[in-house]
């Protein structure tokens, strides 16, 4: 997000963003799980990197003679969002990979989904579940149908080859594949899962309201990371806040 209003503040554009943090719960079930159908099948089962999601992606990429598909999970995403740019080196992937083996070591399943859903970017300036539902569907996150959740689900991938406003067809075919892929039986979340936070304890220096913040120093920078997301240092500030 701070990348983006910096290239914004350059090109003289408004480099006002939106983006209203909430907690867990105050994001729609509905959301949680399309994002994790959609996303990261395999979330509760793996410790940050979902090797069985990486050889099938080889394969497929092996056989098309070209790279087209990802296996980056939720925890991948979320190190890629919060600390690192968007270039494709060897040596920024080894950092999200050292980045997201410490989130998956001090952070709860909840945790992570939690930052992730409060970080990942929906569309044009807007990151965030509760930004993105009240652009789209003029409502707060914690009051998505199921197909509503869907449709920001099939967002993620990409915010601009699937923007519902342009791309309305688009976006309702990749919505209708992970409706079906919800209506399988569901994965029981470990205990910590169902974790409740304040919007204050889940985002100690933010403030609630569509105008990003300064960005402060992280404090934790592994193998170089670089900071990307407002409030990263609160975010990842204290070891009580993130076993939370």
């Excluded at 099948?41 to 056989?63: I, L, M, P, S, T």
Aim: proline share 11%.
């Amino acid at each position: 997000m701070e990348r983006r209003r910096q290239e914004l503040s350059r090109s003289g554009q408004n480099a006002r963003l939106e983006w209203t943090p909430v907690p867990l719960d105050r994001i729609s079930p509905w959301l949680r799980r399309a994002v994790i159908v959609a996303e990261d099948a395999r979330f509760y089962q793996h410790g940050g990197v979902d090797w069985n999601a990486v050889r099938e992606a080889a394969g497929k990429n092996w056989d098309r003679g070209r790279i087209r598909i990802g296996a980056s999970t939720i925890t991948q995403q979320l190190a890629k969002n919060l600390y690192l740019s968007p270039s494709r080196t060897p040596w920024r992937k080894f950092r999200e990979l050292v980045i997201t083996r410490r989130l998956e070591s001090t952070l709860s399943k909840a945790r992570i989904l939690e930052l992730y859903l409060n970080v990942v970017e929906f569309g044009p300036r807007t990151y965030g579940a509760e930004a993105a539902s009240r652009r789209y569907f003029g409502k707060p996150a914690a009051v998505l149908s199921a197909h509503e959740a869907a449709t920001l689900a099939a967002v993620i991938p990409s915010p601009r080859l699937y923007d519902p406003v342009r791309h309305p067809e688009r976006v309702e075919r990749r919505a209708r594949r992970i409706l079906r892929l919800m209506q399988a039986p569901e994965e029981t979340p470990p205990a910590d899962s169902p974790a409740r936070m304040s919007p204050a304890r889940a985002f100690p220096n933010a403030t609630p309201v569509p105008v990003l913040p300064p960005e402060p120093t992280p404090e934790i920078s592994p193998v170089g990371a670089s900071p990307a997301a407002p409030g990263s240092s609160a975010i990842l500030a204290s070891s009580e806040s993130m076993g939370r």
